[in-house]
C-alpha cells in the first residue's frame, strides 16, 4: 500500500459508492481524512455509516454543496490534497434534469479547481468516467480517444474534465484527471445494472426487468478502483493528465446475467423494460479501457477478477441489512 502518513486529503463525495471506498483506503494508507459529504436535514454521512466506528471516528465529516465556492476555500484550507467524487452520476436522470448535471459536475469542479490555486493545494484528482469516450471507436480504449457526449451527464463530465484541463494549461494547478470505467462492488446504488440485476434476483422476482443485454462494460472492482486512486495520488510527473483505470476485458450484460445468476442461485426469465433502454443515439455500445498509461505511472493493476469481484458483490446484498436499504421494485433512475 501506498504511504501517504501525515497527508491531510479533503475527498468529495465521501458518502457516495466510490468515495467511501476511497475514504477507507485513505486511511489505510495513514492519510488524515476531511470526509465532505452533501448537507441533509438527516444528519446522514451516507455509505461512510457502514464504516466501523473506529474508521468512522478517524474521519472529519463536513457537511456542504460543492456548488458553493466559498464553502469550498474555506473546507480545502490546509489539505495537502483534494479527492473530488462529488457528481450526480445516474445517466437515466440526466435526461431528465440536464442543467442539474451542469451546475453539480461542471461548476462544483470549477469551484474545487479555484479552491485549489486559493489554498495552494498540492494535488486535486479530479474524477472522470469512461463515459465521456462514448460508444468505443476502437478498443482498448486509450486516454488519446475521442471524446463524445453521449448524454447530458457524459457532456457534462467532459465540461469537468476541460475545465480541469484548462486550469492546468492556464495557471499551472495541480490537475490529475482519474477516469475509471464501469465500477462495481458493495455499497454501489440501483441505478448501476449489477445492483439492478442482483437486488431483483435476491428479493424473489419471477422476471428479471432489464434494458439492453448486448452493450458491453468493462467491470472494476471497487477496491481496485480505490487503490488505483491511492497510487494516483503519489505517482510523479502526472500533473495535467487524463488516466484510465480499468481492466481491459469486456463482458456483455447478458454474460454478467448468466454469471450472477449462478452466484446467487436464480434463474429466472429476462424481461425487456423498454423504460430501461436509453434513447438509440446516446447508448454507449462497448467500453473495454486500456490500462497500460496507468500501469506505466505506477505499477497499478487490478488483482481482483470478474467472477470473485461478484461474489464478494452478491455476499454484501445477501446481508438482510444491507438488501433492504434497496428497492428491487422501483427503476432508479
Known amino acids: ?67 458553493d465556492v466559498d464553502q469550498m476555500v474555506t473546507v480545502s484550507k490546509g489539505c495537502d490534497m483534494i479527492f473530488h467524487l462529488a457528481a450526480l452520476i445516474a445517466i ?14 461542471i461548476t462544483g469542479t470549477l469551484n474545487i479547481l479555484h479552491a485549489t490555486r486559493e489554498n495552494n493545494v498540492s494535488r486535486v484528482l479530479i474524477t472522470s468516467t469512461s463515459e465521456v469516450y462514448g460508444t468505443a471507436q476502437y478498443v482498448p480504449i486509450d486516454e488519446k480517444h475521442p471524446l463524445q457526449g453521449q448524454s447530458p451527464y457524459s457532456a457534462s463530465k467532459i465540461g469537468a474534465d476541460r475545465m480541469a484541463e484548462s486550469f492546468f494549461r492556464s495557471f499551472q494547478t495541480p490537475v490529475v484527471i482519474v477516469r475509471p470505467f464501469n465500477t462495481y462492488g458493495p455499497r454501489q446504488s440501483a441505478r448501476a445494472v449489477i445492483p439492478t440485476i442482483i437486488t431483483q434476483l435476491l428479493s424473489g422476482v419471477t ?27 503519489c505517482a510523479n510527473n502526472i500533473f495535467g493528465q487524463e488516466i484510465n483505470i480499468a481492466t481491459g476485458t469486456g463482458v456483455t450484460i447478458a454474460e454478467t446475467v448468466e454469471i450472477l445468476m449462478k452466484l446467487t442461485g436464480k434463474k429466472v426469465a429476462i424481461k425487456n423494460d423498454a423504460i ?13 479501457g486500456s490500462t497500460e498509461k496507468l500501469k506505466k505511472l505506477t505499477g497499478w493493476k487490478p488483482i481482483t477478477t470478474l467472477k470473485d469481484g461478484l461474489r464478494k458483490t452478491v455476499e454484501w446484498f445477501k446481508v438482510p441489512e444491507h438488501l433492504a436499504r434497496y428497492k428491487a421494485h422501483i427503476y432508479n433512475l
Open 92 to 105: 437515466p436522470f440526466s435526461y431528465e434534469s440536464p442543467r442539474s448535471y451542469v451546475d453539480t459536475n
Open 207 to 233: 422476471e428479471l426487468k432489464l434494458g439492453r443485454l448486448d452493450t458491453i462494460r468493462d467491470f472494476t472492482y471497487v477496491h481496485d478502483t480505490a487503490h488505483g486512486f491511492i497510487e494516483l495520488a
Open 1 to 67: 500500500m501506498t504511504n501517504l502518513r501525515g497527508k491531510k486529503v479533503l475527498v468529495t463525495g465521501s458518502e457516495g459508492f466510490i468515495g467511501s471506498h476511497v475514504v477507507e483506503a485513505l486511511l489505510e494508507a495513514g492519510a488524515s481524512v476531511r470526509a465532505f459529504v452533501l448537507y441533509n436535514s438527516f444528519n446522514s454521512c451516507g455509505w461512510l455509516e457502514d464504516l466501523p466506528e473506529e474508521k468512522l471516528r478517524q474521519v472529519e465529516v463536513i457537511t456542504g454543496d460543492v456548488r
Open 276 to 288: 430501461r433502454v436509453r434513447p438509440e443515439k446516446s447508448e454507449v455500445e462497448r467500453l473495454i
